[in-house]
């Protein structure tokens, strides 16, 4: 067993397409209201894996599935999660909810796939108001949310991987910030932000 695996004793559960499936039904219709866009998901693409997406190829110690809460596939229009998930019904949704948001975005404003994921402004942009959508709902609906973040804390200060992990999170915490402080939440305003160029969108999150 490794450190990881130690830390995380006892806490995973097993999750199936059925429950991914009855929180995207439900979630669906809260999105909708809360981001003003709209969306057509009949039949979502699922997927659930073994192991995380998170830092894999960089960091073999990360690939672990409590390091990936959800990841919403583009090109392959598909929904993935991990088969072993480390957190409860509350989190599970909020990590649907996030991922969701990402089909809405793409949905809605297509030519965001013209654009690289690893662009910073728009990874702000997307990652950020998957977050502020998500947490909005969250503490509407389901605000009971527990997960193993102090385990990973734990985990990441003594692998040395600390400031790695909070530098890739940097889009959705200071993403939502941003978005919080700016736009005061104003879902015109914010939906208005996916037409604007990589030049533009930098300044709105200080990126310049």
């Known amino acids: 067993m490794n450190r990881l695996d130690e830390l995380l004793m006892g806490q995973e559960r097993i999750i199936t397409k059925r429950n991914i499936t009855e929180d995207m039904h439900e979630l669906l219709p809260l999105i909708e209201e809360e981001s003003q866009l709209k969306a057509n998901l009949k039949k979502p ?13 960089n960091y073999p110690l ?3 599935p ?18 072993k998930f480390y ?4 989190y599970l949704k909020k990590c649907v909810a996030h991922e969701l948001v990402h089909y809405f975005q793409h949905f809605n404003f297509p030519e965001l796939r013209h654009h690289s994921k690893w662009e910073k402004p728009f990874k702000f942009l997307k990652e950020g108001d998957a977050e502020l959508v998500s947490n909005n709902i969250s503490k ?12 990973i804390r734990i985990f990441l200060e003594e692998c040395g991987l600390i400031e790695d992990y909070e530098e890739f999170g940097l889009p959705y915490t200071k993403g939502e910030e ?4 700016k736009f005061n939440g104003e879902r015109k305003s914010i939906n208005s932000l996916y037409t604007l160029s990589l030049k533009e969108l ?7």
Do not use: C
């Not at 693409?45 to 190829?57: E, V």
């Not at 959800?70 to 993935?80: A, D, M, Q, V």
């Not at 957190?87 to 509350?90: L, M, T």
């Open 45 to 57: 693409n699922i997927k659930l894996l073994d192991k995380g997406l998170f830092f894999t190829y």
């Open 178 to 181: 941003i978005l919080r402080e």
């Open 66 to 83: 409590v390091f990936l809460g959800g990841k919403y596939g583009i090109k392959e229009n598909t929904f993935y999660f991990p088969r």
């Open 87 to 90: 957190g409860n019904e509350d």
């Open 62 to 64: 990360l690939n672990h």
């Open 202 to 208: 930098a300044e709105v999150f200080n990126l310049q």
């Open 140 to 151: 509407k609906y389901f605000s009971e949310i527990k997960w193993a973040r102090e385990e």
